[in-house]
C-alpha cells in the first residue's frame, strides 16, 4: 500500500502452528521488526482481563489497534497473532496462514501445557481451517499465501520463500 518503504507482514495461524518460531527466523532473515501480539497486549494491557473459561485474556481490539496504528503506518513490521479479521486491510502487504496437521499440533499443544477445552478447541480451530477462512474473508486472496508448517524443513523452506518476497517488495508509487 502507498506510503510505506518497507512491507508489512501478516503471521496468522491456530496456536502451534508456528508463527512466533517463523516471525523471529524471518525478522532476523530480514531486518524488519517482530510483533508478538499476545505479548504486546499483555505488557501493555490491551486486554479488559482474563477470560477463565477460555484461558486467555480478553483482547481490546481498539486498544491493539490504536497502539499499533503508527508503527503499521512507518512498515517494516512481522505481526505475529493467531486472528486477523480485526485489523485494518490497508496495514498489510502480504498475509501468512500457517497450517499444521492435527497429529503434530496435538503434540505441540500438549507439550505446552494445553489441555481439555481449551485443547480442543485449538484442535478444532486447525481442522475447520478458521484462520484460513478468516484470512481469506479479510484480505484480499492475492496477498494471501498458505503455508504447511509441520516439520523443520518446511519452516526454513517457508522462511527461504518469504525472505525472497520481501527482496523482490517495492513500494506502490503515489497517485
Ligand atoms: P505459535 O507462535 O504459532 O503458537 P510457536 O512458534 O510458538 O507457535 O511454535 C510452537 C512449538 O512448535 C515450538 O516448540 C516450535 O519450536 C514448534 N514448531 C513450530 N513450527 C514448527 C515446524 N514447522 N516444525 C517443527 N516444529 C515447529
Ligand atoms: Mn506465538
Given at each position: ?18 508463527k ?9 532473515a ?36 490504536d ?37 503434530i499440533?496435538?503434540?505441540?499443544l ?37 503455508m504447511a ?7 526454513s ?13 517495492r ?5
Amino acid at each position: 500500500m502507498a506510503g510505506r518503504e518497507k512491507p508489512n507482514i501478516l503471521i496468522t495461524g491456530t496456536p502451534g502452528t508456528g508463527k512466533t518460531s517463523t516471525a523471529s527466523l524471518l525478522a532476523e532473515a530480514t531486518h524488519l521488526h517482530h510483533i508478538n501480539v499476545g505479548e504486546l497486549v499483555k505488557e501493555k494491557h490491551l486486554h479488559d482481563g482474563w477470560d477463565s473459561d477460555l484461558l486467555c485474556h480478553i483482547l481490546n481490539e481498539d486498544l491493539l489497534c490504536d497502539e499499533l496504528e503508527d508503527t503499521m503506518t512507518n512498515g517494516g513490521n512481522i505481526v505475529d497473532y493467531h486472528a486477523c479479521e480485526f485489523f485494518p486491510e490497508r496495514w498489510f502487504d502480504l498475509v501468512v496462514v500457517l497450517q499444521t496437521d492435527n497429529s503434530i499440533l496435538y503434540d505441540r499443544l500438549t507439550n505446552r501445557g494445553y489441555s481439555g477445552q481449551k485443547l480442543q478447541n485449538n484442535l478444532e480451530c486447525e481442522i475447520f481451517q478458521v484462520l484460513r477462512e478468516e484470512a481469506e474473508e479479510s484480505y484480499r486472496h492475492d496477498i494471501i499465501k498458505v503455508m504447511a508448517s509441520n516439520t523443520i524443513e518446511d519452516m526454513s523452506d517457508n522462511v527461504e520463500v518469504l525472505k525472497a518476497w520481501v527482496a523482490s517488495w517495492r513500494p506502490v508509487e503515489a497517485g
